[in-house]
């Protein structure tokens, strides 16, 4: 019976140890394999964004950095006391690192230290055995050469939040190193610009001890993406916009490529891809520059005067002859209410093109109301106000072109007279943003419905021609042309390159309400205000005037018109002279940042010192550590804030009832132009 029950027990473990070694032999050798090599994943290398030349910029520099998994940290203390030994961290950097694995998502990468030299990352990587939970790794980081002269064009990558691996489970998501687009286009080129993941195998002691390195599967870098845009452009019109809030774009009248989208202040890309800082975060959230938001396509602005060429070719195409006269004696009455013009004394009588030059409000007062707002809305929208461009960019905000139906929808209010009189000065419901103001620009310029592109994939180059007489296009670019260089309000945009003409139109867009009490004592100049409450300056126009080739559109948020070299009219001339002769805008550009600060690298260094040294500065340690909770920009609360006031106080402005008091009784739309 003994002997039987041996027998038994014996077959039993043979035919265990059978299923072990046969059925099961696949399993358990996976699971050896497994053991005995470790196998991770290698971020891929980004895509370039380079602009149309081929210049880069977004490129990746070669980067050795040490991460902390916080799910594999073991003796936390210890682990970190060896770091600060290995890596040299000063203090300052451990409170910091402390600080962000108190606030990390458990299985989210923890920076320790970036841009390494080898000696002290080889030194990391030997003591691996000894840092459970520390990963250094050799790859690429995200560069932008240019910085905040190109951040809202780019946006910035970042490391991947919960909420994104929690919809994935994409184990790249929690790979150190990895970095995917956070705003920008690199968001919404993320699929083009990301890549493959490598795979990294690596032969290992049971104590997890380096053996030897095998066989990798190298990454895929992502495709490249080839934009419109002019790098050096790009850089010299975020420089040139110096110390001023607000936004510059360029575009090609011949294709609607768009050669420069520049939107400032704004904020570094290289910092938020490394991981924002608490101070650096609550600094730009606090600004009333708010160096967040994407002005280009955020920002929504009463356009002021700029929009009258395109009310002039509003009433030419309604039959209104050019010739047809209106005498501005400095106000217009208008039933019980007084409409003034900003020039009090008046201008005479004008005709249309005088008129433009001249910006005359009275003028257009009295066509617009004789008219009816009706004739001019559908040509704003199809200039380009109003309308929605197919761009990469998630960010889009399309401002209003009112009519009397919008107003009933909107409002349940019909329309009345006043309405007309201030959407005829671009004040009132009227909101654009400042791509729209250069499309119109552009779309004057051409005479064709030009689409703005800034991927150089989708340049269309068969706009059709816009439904206006090409003598009625004439009239209007003679009148831009005398803005500039006819004695017109703009005569500070005239260039200096001979044979080149710049032709536009400037603008100025009130935002508070001026009282009755305050004209009868003299309105108080924008130079004497708040930031907040200075008219918004505008400039849109092309150039050569003879034969368009580039439009431009600047805007200056609370500009004011208050300094002459960092007005919209210089600025666009310098702008331009740089697509002419580019020798002879730097040396206006370098001239003007010895008066402003230097340039914007110094001045942002500045800004941040002083922030830092007043007293309302977090500690270094809070300031220092990194801000997990940081949204993209362009839909940070203070955006959304700023976006908000802006609209709310264009319509408290639009619907004010009481007479003398409203924005075109006001008539200050180009009340403080040179």
């Known amino acids: 019976m003994l002997g039987a029950a041996q027998g038994v027990f014996g077959l039993a473990l043979a035919g265990r140890m059978t299923w072990l070694a046969?059925?099961?032999?696949?399993?358990?050798?996976?699971?050896?394999?497994?053991?005995?090599?470790?196998?991770?994943?290698?971020?891929?290398?980004?895509?370039?964004?380079?602009?149309?030349?081929?210049?880069?910029?977004?490129?990746?520099?070669?980067?050795?950095?040490?991460d902390i998994i916080p799910d594999r940290l073991e003796n936390k203390d210890?682990?970190?006391?060896?770091?600060?030994?290995?890596?040299?961290?000063p203090?300052?950097?451990?409170?910091?690192?402390?600080?962000?694995?108190?606030?990390?998502a458990g299985f989210q990468p923890v920076q320790v230290a970036e841009n390494l030299d080898w000696e002290r990352f080889a030194a990391v990587s030997v003591r691996l055995p000894e840092l459970p939970g520390v990963a250094p790794t050799r790859g690429f980081s995200r560069s932008y050469p240019a910085g905040a002269a190109v951040a809202h064009l780019t946006g910035y990558v970042g490391a991947a939040s919960a909420e994104q691996y929690?919809?994935?489970?994409?184990?790249?998501?929690?790979?150190?190193?990895?970095?995917?687009?956070?705003?920008g286009l690199e968001k919404t080129l993320e699929k083009q610009l990301r890549g493959v993941a490598g795979q990294k195998r690596v032969e290992v002691t049971a104590r997890g001890k380096l053996v030897a390195e095998l066989a990798t599967r190298p990454d895929q870098p992502g495709a490249n993406a080839r934009l419109t845009i002019d790098a050096g452009l790009q850089d010299y019109a975020a420089r040139r916009l110096g110390t001023q809030s607000g936004s510059v774009v360029v575009i090609d009248c011949l294709t609607g490529e768009m050669l420069a989208m520049v939107s400032m202040?704004?904020?570094?890309?290289?910092?938020?891809?490394?991981?924002?800082?608490?101070?650096?975060?609550?600094?730009?959230?606090?600004?009333?520059?708010?160096?967040?938001?994407?002005?280009?396509?955020?920002?929504?602005?009463?356009?002021?005067?700029?929009?009258?060429?395109?009310?002039?070719?509003?009433?030419?195409?309604?039959?209104?002859?050019a010739s047809d006269r209106v005498v501005c004696s400095g106000a217009?009455?208008?039933?019980?209410?007084?409409?003034?013009?900003?020039?009090?004394?008046?201008?005479?009588?004008?005709?249309?093109?005088?008129?433009?030059?001249?910006?005359?409000?009275?003028?257009?007062?009295?066509?617009?109301?004789?008219?009816?707002?009706?004739?001019?809305?559908?040509?704003?929208?199809?200039?380009?106000?109003?309308?929605?461009?197919?761009?990469?960019?998630?960010?889009?905000?399309?401002?209003?072109?009112?009519?009397?139906?919008?107003?009933?929808?909107?409002?349940?209010?019909?329309?009345?007279?006043?309405?007309?009189?201030?959407?005829s000065i671009g004040q009132g419901y009227v909101l654009s943003n400042p791509l729209q103001l250069a499309v119109m620009a552009s779309r004057l310029a051409s005479g064709r419905a030009l689409q703005p592109t800034i991927l150089a994939a989708d340049v269309r180059h068969d706009a059709p021609p816009l439904p206006f007489a090409p003598d009625h296009l004439q009239t209007v670019h003679e009148a831009m042309w005398g803005v500039v260089n006819g004695g017109g309000?703009?005569?500070?945009?005239?260039?200096?390159?001979?044979?080149?003409?710049?032709?536009?139109?400037?603008?100025?867009?009130?935002?508070?309400?001026?009282?009755?009490?305050?004209?009868?004592?003299?309105?108080?100049?924008?130079?004497?205000?708040?930031?907040?409450?200075?008219?918004?300056?505008?400039?849109?126009?092309?150039?050569?005037?003879?034969?368009?080739?580039?439009?431009?559109?600047?805007?200056?948020?609370?500009?004011?018109?208050?300094?002459?070299n960092l007005d919209t009219p210089a600025i666009a001339r310098d702008v331009m002279t740089y697509l002419f002769d580019r020798d002879r805008a730097?040396?206006?550009?370098?001239?003007?940042?010895?008066?402003?600060?230097?340039?914007?690298?110094?001045?942002?260094?500045?800004?941040?010192?002083?922030?830092?040294?007043?007293?309302?500065?977090?500690?270094?340690?809070?300031?220092?550590?990194?801000?997990?909770n940081a949204s993209a920009p362009t839909d940070a609360p203070a955006v959304r804030a700023a976006a908000d006031a802006d609209v709310a106080t264009a319509e408290e402005l639009a619907n004010t009832a009481a007479h003398g008091n409203t924005v075109a009784e006001d008539g200050t739309t180009e009340r403080d132009a040179p």
């Not at 994935?168 to 705003?183: I, Y």
């Not at 920002?299 to 929009?307: E, K, M, Q």
Request: aromatic share 8%.
């Open 22 to 66: 046969v059925v099961e032999n696949e399993q358990y050798t996976l699971k050896s394999e497994s053991n005995r090599v470790n196998m991770t994943l290698v971020p891929p290398r980004r895509g370039w964004i380079v602009d149309r030349h081929g210049a880069p910029i977004a490129n990746n520099r070669t980067d050795f950095r040490v």
């Open 78 to 89: 210890h682990v970190l006391a060896l770091l600060r030994d290995l890596l040299k961290l």
């Open 91 to 104: 203090p300052e950097e451990m409170d910091r690192l402390v600080a962000d694995l108190e606030h990390a």
């Open 166 to 183: 929690k919809q994935t489970h994409d184990q790249l998501m929690v790979t150190p190193g990895f970095k995917l687009g956070k705003d």
């Open 265 to 321: 202040p704004a904020y570094d890309p290289n910092n938020f891809s490394d991981g924002i800082s608490h101070l650096e975060w609550k600094m730009l959230s606090e600004n009333d520059h708010v160096p967040l938001m994407n002005k280009v396509l955020q920002g929504l602005y009463p356009p002021g005067s700029t929009v009258k060429p395109m009310n002039g070719m509003a009433l030419l195409g309604a039959g209104v002859p």
């Open 332 to 423: 217009l009455r208008v039933g019980t209410g007084i409409f003034h013009c900003h020039k009090k004394s008046g201008h005479g009588a004008l005709d249309l093109k005088n008129a433009i030059m001249q910006s005359c409000d009275i003028y257009f007062y009295e066509m617009v109301r004789r008219l009816g707002y009706d004739h001019v809305a559908p040509v704003a929208r199809t200039l380009g106000l109003g309308q929605k461009f197919v761009l990469p960019f998630n960010s889009q905000r399309y401002g209003t072109v009112p009519d009397p139906a919008w107003k009933l929808r909107r409002y349940k209010q019909p329309w009345t007279v006043a309405d007309s009189l201030n959407a």
């Open 489 to 564: 309000t703009g005569g500070a945009a005239r260039m200096l390159i001979p044979g080149v003409a710049l032709a536009g139109k400037t603008g100025t867009a009130q935002v508070r309400r001026i009282t009755m009490a305050e004209r009868a004592g003299g309105v108080l100049k924008n130079g004497s205000l708040p930031f907040k409450m200075r008219d918004h300056a505008l400039f849109q126009g092309f150039a050569p005037h003879d034969k368009p080739r580039y439009a431009i559109a600047v805007v200056l948020e609370h500009g004011g018109h208050t300094v002459r």
């Open 586 to 628: 730097m040396a206006s550009l370098l001239e003007g940042e010895k008066t402003w600060g230097g340039d914007i690298r110094t001045r942002m260094a500045a800004e941040t010192a002083a922030y830092r040294a007043a007293a309302s500065a977090p500690p270094i340690a809070v300031g220092a550590q990194t801000e997990f």
